[in-house]
């Protein structure tokens, strides 16, 4: 492991790909070994949840109502980002609302929420996919006639769209289903169906949509989920919600008709990942109003052991075949996800993939008697300010956590090695290290996870949290609440790691016992049935 000392909070980092990173800002608050000083956060995370739900509901029984068949598929390929970005409005108008009428100061806001933290899918949508450059032709041929693993890109004929089956991710889900398909399957990248916009056509798109009744339906739709809130939906909002879905709503509209003027380019069987990717949804919709059959894979993690509803809208909407790492996690999906967030008629036929033999019980460790000394806190991604279907703890909510978390393990004589999401909006502050000089770890979590005697985590749904219940190592689970497990999960679950409930108080900040968890840190060497990963993650 090599370590690296924190950056300033509001240093300027490396741009990403899609857009500059953000950074915390806590205005008056200072980071203290007691959490954020004079910490206020006034938006419950079940006020988050009830404003998601009602939004979801309202837009699938729009999709569902209307008579136009080409507006449902617009609101399947944009509708959940408009709620992503109407939540995220929400919680920035709801805190400085309800500070303001407490009396208490307004919370610092991040950009992104104040804003328009999912501006980047009508922006992305507006110009398209850069055009392949030619000249790198050859070096792609050799590249994918060469290719050993994963899903083939090269045949000795060229793909055929009718035939073959026609793959837009290499996931290991999809990876293990293509080993036993009943035809070849062929990878394609977006650009071999999305290109360019140009510049003509962006113009276009400004206003094309605004009297469109679906935009103003929509619009009185959070306006209703504001009222339901007791909430001021402010013109300011209203007109921020109002340009993201005339632009986003005539740049769906255009792919999508471009798509379908090049009907016979378009798969017949059509394989994709997990349904984030609004070029995704965008191929998903065509291929269907083509005639196509759409297999969808999971993301590794999953959510069936939980009890948690959104992978409806996101993942199994305009699917015909969902394809899972188990049996438990199909049955999960299937108990739990919501109907009413449905534009399609029902849900997808669940598969799974064929498991290996089980697991055998892992050897004792050797170690297992000796006290744990160092912990790999594996944190959650901060969000910069946006909001995902999944709960997530506000960025100034999870600091001040994570504050308390790292003093109280610091206080208990733990060394302590942080290892930061690689996708997070900003790195940790440097005043959660401290003087202390708390170690972060670079490079992969396989790679750092073995110079930790436990791994602590407060989040469920973290890849790297489902791959270390696999892994000869102890672990610990903060569960704060967020994503409530099933009864037969959570029985299993503690099985493996031991777990410490926590939640929230009435100010909205984070609490758990600290001398349960130092009794859990204790207990996670002795924790080693498989049973939990082999029924939810083993495939």
């Not at 916009?197 to 009297?211: H, K, L, P």
């Not at 016992?513 to 990963?533: K, N, Q, V």
Request: aromatic share 8%.
């Amino acid at each position: 492991m090599t370590a690296r000392p924190l950056p300033l909070a509001d240093s300027a980092d490396p741009a990403p790909a899609d857009g500059p990173r953000s950074s915390v800002t806590l205005g008056a608050g200072s980071i203290t070994p007691a959490g954020i000083a004079d910490f206020h956060w006034p938006v419950a995370q079940a006020e988050m949840e009830a404003f998601r739900d009602r939004a979801l509901t309202g837009l699938a029984e729009r999709a569902r109502a209307s008579g136009d068949s080409l507006d449902r598929d617009l609101l399947g390929i944009t509708g959940v980002f408009f709620v992503l970005q109407a939540l995220t409005r929400f919680q920035a108008d709801g805190a400085r609302e309800r500070a303001i009428g407490r009396g208490r100061p307004v919370p610092a806001l991040p950009p992104a929420m104040q804003k328009s933290a999912f501006r980047n899918v009508p922006d992305i949508l507006s110009r398209g996919l850069p055009s392949r450059r030619p000249w790198l032709a050859p070096a792609r041929a050799f590249r994918d006639r060469n290719r050993r693993h994963g899903i083939p890109r090269w045949h000795l004929r060229p793909a055929d769209p009718r035939r073959h089956i026609i793959c837009t991710v290499e996931s290991p889900v999809a990876i293990r289903h293509a080993a036993s398909a009943d035809r070849p399957v062929v990878y394609r990248g977006f650009n071999t169906w999305f290109g360019p916009v140009g510049s003509g056509d962006r113009r276009a798109f400004a206003g094309s949509d605004a009297d469109n009744p679906m935009t103003r339906d929509l619009i009185d739709l959070i306006d209703a989920c504001y009222r339901a809130a007791d909430t001021s939906f402010g013109d300011t909002t209203r007109e921020v919600l109002t340009d993201w879905l005339t632009t986003t709503l005539a740049a769906a509209r255009w792919h999508l008709e471009a798509l379908l003027k090049r009907e016979r380019r378009l798969p017949k069987h059509l394989w994709t990942g997990p349904g984030g990717n609004v070029w995704g949804r965008s191929l998903r919709h065509a291929v269907r109003r083509a005639g196509g059959h759409i297999t969808s894979h999971d993301h590794w993690t999953s959510v069936g052991f939980l009890r948690e509803h959104r992978k409806a809208c996101i993942d199994l909407d305009c699917c015909d075949t969902y394809v899972t790492m188990t049996e438990e996690q199909a049955r999960g999906i299937a108990a739990g996800a919501r109907r009413d967030h449905l534009i399609q008629a029902g849900l997808p036929e669940l598969r799974w993939i064929a498991p290996p033999t089980p697991a055998s019980t892992p050897p004792d460790r050797p170690d297992a008697a000796a006290a744990p000394r160092t912990l790999l806190y594996v944190m959650n991604g901060y969000s910069g300010g946006r909001n995902w279907l999944y709960p997530q703890a506000p960025d100034t909510v999870a600091i001040d956590w994570q504050a308390r978390l790292l003093s109280n393990l610091r206080s208990m004589g733990f060394e302590i090695i942080l290892k930061p999401h690689p996708t997070s909006a900003f790195p940790p502050p440097e005043q959660l290290a401290g003087a202390a000089g708390i170690d972060i770890a670079d490079g992969p979590f396989e790679a750092v996870a073995g110079d930790a005697d436990v791994l602590l985590f407060d989040h469920p749904l973290s890849t790297t949290f489902a791959h270390a219940l696999g892994m000869d190592q102890s672990v610990v689970f903060i569960d704060l609440g967020f994503v409530p497990f099933t009864a037969d999960a959570k029985a299993l679950l503690r099985r493996r790691c031991a777990i410490v409930e926590g939640g929230a108080d009435a100010e909205n900040r984070l609490r758990i016992d600290w001398d349960a968890l130092r009794a859990a840190i204790g207990e996670a060497p002795g924790l080693r049935d498989p049973s939990f990963f082999d029924r939810y993650f083993r495939y």
